[in-house]
């Protein structure tokens, strides 16, 4: 279980996303449209406990898409159409972290892009 107090880690979840790396982007967006709970009004209602107002959009992110079942699907594709400019509760992340996330995302993909080209073919 992850604590949303604490600082993710970027590089881990970039990882983590590159199961998705070949999906094509309108299956991810089906997928998500089907799946995703705030698009069936299924936010929980109930707030999580305020004590601590530092990390309060960490655990916003982290409470409201606690029992969805795509949250790496919609955090994939929150990071391939919107990019830096990205901002809301994606994938169970505030906006301000899910930016530090995109530079770190992005260069991985990039040097998995690069690698790619220059063995002709797809990486495992
Ligand atoms: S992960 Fe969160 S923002 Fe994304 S579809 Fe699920 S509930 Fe909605």
Do not use: F
């Not at 992850?2 to 070949?22: G, S």
């Not at 409470?63 to 809301?88: F, S, Y």
Request: charged letters at 30%.
């Amino acid at each position: 279980m992850v604590n949303p107090e604490h600082t993710p880690h970027y590089k881990a979840i970039a990882c983590r996303l590159d199961r998705w790396r070949q999906v094509p982007t309108e299956v991810l967006r089906d997928v998500v449209m089907r799946r995703g709970l705030c698009l069936w009004g299924l936010w929980p209602e109930e707030e999580p406990d305020w004590d601590d107002c530092e990390s309060s959009d960490r655990r916003l992110a982290a409470h409201l898409c606690a029992r969805c079942p795509v949250i790496d699907q919609c955090l994939e594709l929150e990071l391939r159409t919107a990019g830096a400019g990205t901002t809301g509760v994606w994938g169970a992340t505030c906006e301000d972290d899910r930016r530090a996330l995109h530079r770190v995302w992005r260069r991985r993909r990039h040097r998995q892009h690069k690698a790619t080209d220059q063995e002709g073919g797809p990486t495992s």
